[in-house]
């Protein structure tokens, strides 16, 4: 039966027999996909594997967000151990939803000043043979991908690219490289995005605490430190150092963002808000935890900060 057919039915079904009309619209929704996946991206994984298979040297391109950036650092890492890596950034690329609340890079995934806030972390990472802005240079991978594929993207981040690549690395192990910072040391690092909030949790029981530091936006220091009073502020010269102030830290604490993704790279001890309605970053390895309720939060908390 033809997809036209099949649409044909769908509607005479929707009227006349309702589990009919259900099952020929999935039916539809999955064909959709096979041939958009047959037509479109087939090629571009097969390419893919081929240039895995048959190059030396792999030329990788991201557009951002930086927290996606960093969580396709697994893959990377592991392909660095057979090939020579090299990592592009794309600059000024749009977002691809509409009003993402408070953006750092306004209407664009990264622009030229995140950019080179995130260029020194990457030029330590060893496994990375150049990492640089993209300016059209010859791509082989393009981990911008995971963005069009035709498949529900909401399980974890640093998975959408083991999909793109057919390789699965080891999570549990550590994926940034960094020295500690050389003056801030074992503070309870946190940082809190306007984005990605848990709305069950209020952070206003962390006044009890002592050495808590804000490394985030000046912005979204303030918002915390309105329920946080003992709450300092330190504004990171790059992201290399927020990398470091993040390895030398007691543990981290934040929700989902890009700053969690360097403490999970570095896996320090952490503690991750969660994001209910997209979930897509969960801790793994030791002494980390995420919580959705306030209790847990409490507890979880306490446990790090007592270690």
Request: contains cysteine.
């Amino acid at each position: 039966m033809s997809i036209k057919q099949k649409v044909l039915l769908k509607y005479w079904y929707k009227y006349t027999n309702y589990q009919k009309y259900q099952e020929i619209k999935n039916g539809l929704k999955t064909d959709s996909k096979l041939e958009a996946y047959n037509k479109h991206f087939s090629p571009v994984i097969d390419a893919i594997n081929e240039s895995i298979a048959n190059k030396k040297v792999l030329n990788f391109k991201h557009s951002g967000h930086l927290g996606d950036i960093v969580y396709s650092f697994p893959v990377i890492k592991e392909l660095a151990k057979t090939h020579a890596c090299n990592l592009y950034i794309a600059s000024d690329i749009p977002i691809h939803v509409k009003n993402y609340y408070k953006h750092p890079a306004g209407k664009v995934m990264l622009n030229s000043k995140l950019i080179s806030k995130l260029l020194p972390l990457l030029k330590k990472q060893e496994y990375l043979s150049t990492a640089a802005v993209w300016e059209g240079q010859e791509i082989d991978i393009d981990l911008d991908l995971f963005r069009d594929l035709p498949v529900d993207f909401s399980f974890l981040s640093h998975r959408w690219y083991f999909h793109i690549v057919g390789i699965q690395p080891d999570l549990n192990i550590p994926y940034l490289e960094v020295d500690e910072h050389p003056v801030i040391k074992d503070k309870v690092v946190i940082v809190r995005s306007f984005r990605a909030r848990n709305y069950f949790v209020d952070y206003s029981f962390l006044a009890k605490y002592d050495n808590l530091l804000f490394i985030g936006i000046q912005e979204e220091y303030e918002d915390l430190k309105a329920v946080v009073p003992n709450l300092e502020f330190y504004d990171v010269k790059d992201f290399y150092e927020m990398a470091q102030i993040i390895k030398s830290s007691r543990f981290f604490l934040g929700n989902q963002s890009f700053a969690y993704a360097v403490a999970d790279g570095l896996k320090v001890p952490r503690l991750l808000e969660a994001n209910p309605p997209f979930p897509v970053v969960y801790p793994l390895g030791e002494n980390s935890y995420d919580f959705y309720f306030q209790q847990h939060f409490e507890t979880f908390f306490d446990t790090l900060y007592k270690r």
